[in-house]
């Protein structure tokens, strides 16, 4: 039985005592088994797959045990980094049907920032109080072979201590490609002059039949994996992405948690798991028919319920995509697992030109609010989550906040 959108988001106020009994019986018991071990190991292929077709009653038991699992695991810190994006170009050969961001090289609107331009933000990021740069771009066709690692150069040399997470796989087989080194050459390269660590995007579904859809230039599910596995054995950590709400079904997102948990356990550098909702507007994917309008309320909730359940024992930390979520979305999903607001993003280009609303930055006193607001400990983070140091108001309003005593 599907909830209303009302219904459903009353869940937080609920105990598993009050959910348990109402969900179905092989849902209860594989929640249970699992807030038990802890480990997402313990469910079999069937139950995975059950969980992330639940719905009505099973979906809210499924979304109230995520949570009481990520209090277990990861306690009541909502983390976040102050960072900033740099999009250094928007101009991009690919053509992702999904993407509204990238633009041909003689559009009007289409931007390319020089190495000083980068240096320059960096540092600017580093003056007010950023920790990372984010740098991804389009891929133009005529980019200088060894671009990828002058820009490394031009932003530690302007910010020596700016953690660097950087490029996406698709723009590391594109390096690759350009300047015909191999990948892992290639990496220690980038690694040596400044990377730190890698966005896992480029992964929106590792399915080869969705990928072709969704944009049929794109690395292969096999090139994703390699990129990535060959990043972590060569000391480079990456996060993990999933985009949902397009044209991909349930299984898809229990096949793509049950490969990262793969990986994981051979190399353990995934830092954290993002789940990328997907923004229709101004996308050839939704205007060609290929695609429904975004997600549901429905499967927001669960993505974020479903990858702390079935990543528990693997991949720690759980973040919500604030760019794409409104704000009540956003507290909702860290009701539902998650444990991290991402980074601040002084610039944030890709979101804003696909339609979504959420805005260009968030201050990491808003973030504060936003934390404070469902009685969670807020936070600042590094990239790697080694170091975080929680940030409360000087003069906190005890009777809003209702703070939990937890710091575990
Ligand atoms: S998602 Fe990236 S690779 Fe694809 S078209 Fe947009 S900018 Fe290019």
Redesign the pocket.
């Known amino acids: 039985m599907a909830w209303h959108a009302s219904e459903l988001t009353l869940f937080p106020s609920l105990t598993w005592d009050d959910v348990a009994p109402t969900a179905s019986a092989p849902i209860r018991s594989a929640l249970d088994r699992v807030l038990q071990q802890q480990d997402g190991a313990c469910l079999s292929d069937e139950e995975r797959r059950a969980l992330a077709y639940s719905e009505g009653s099973d979906l809210r038991a499924l979304l109230v045990a995520a949570d009481m699992l990520r209090r277990e695991l990861v306690g009541n810190i909502v983390s976040y980094v102050v960072n900033r994006n740099m999009n250094f170009t928007?101009i991009?050969f690919?053509?992702?049907k999904?993407?509204a961001?990238?633009r041909g090289p003689r559009e009007a609107d289409s931007y390319f920032h020089s190495l000083e331009d980068m240096g320059r933000k960096a540092k600017e990021a580093w003056d007010l109080g950023a920790t990372e740069v984010c740098i991804q771009?389009?891929?133009p066709r005529d980019l200088a072979p060894f671009y990828y690692r002058d820009i490394l150069r031009a932003v530690k040399n302007a910010t020596p201590r700016m953690h660097i997470h950087a490029f996406?796989p698709?723009e590391i087989v594109y390096g690759v490609e350009l300047t015909g080194m191999p990948l892992r050459d290639y990496l220690l390269m980038l690694r040596d002059n400044g990377l730190d660590t890698l966005p896992g995007t480029?992964a929106e579904i590792l399915d080869d039949e969705v990928r072709h859809v969704l944009?049929r230039n794109?690395l292969s599910t096999a090139q994703w994996q390699e990129v990535i596995r060959t990043a972590h054995q060569c000391g480079i950590p990456s996060t993990s992405t999933l985009m949902y709400g397009h044209m991909e079904t349930p299984d898809h997102w229990v096949r793509q948690l049950a490969l990262l948990r793969q990986i994981q356990s051979e190399t353990g550098g995934f830092t954290e798991f993002v789940p990328l909702g997907f923004v229709h507007q101004n996308t050839l994917l939704f205007q060609q028919g290929l695609a429904r309008t975004g997600p549901t309320l429905e499967e927001h909730l669960k993505i974020h319920a479903l990858a702390r359940i079935l990543l528990a024992g693997s991949i720690q930390n759980i973040q919500v995509s604030w760019v794409k979520l409104n704000r009540k979305l956003s507290q909702l999903c860290l009701q539902a697992g998650a444990n991290d607001y991402g980074g601040t993003l002084m610039e944030e280009n890709i979101s804003r030109e696909a339609g979504a609303t959420a805005g260009q930055y968030t201050s990491p006193e808003d973030f504060q609010a936003l934390i404070l607001e469902i009685g969670r400990i807020p936070a600042e983070r590094n990239t790697k989550y080694s170091r975080m140091q929680i940030k409360l108001p000087v003069d906190p309003a005890p009777q809003e906040w209702a703070l939990d005593a937890e710091f575990a």
């Open positions: 928007n991009c690919v053509g992702c999904f993407c961001f990238s771009g389009g891929l996406s698709m480029a944009s794109k």
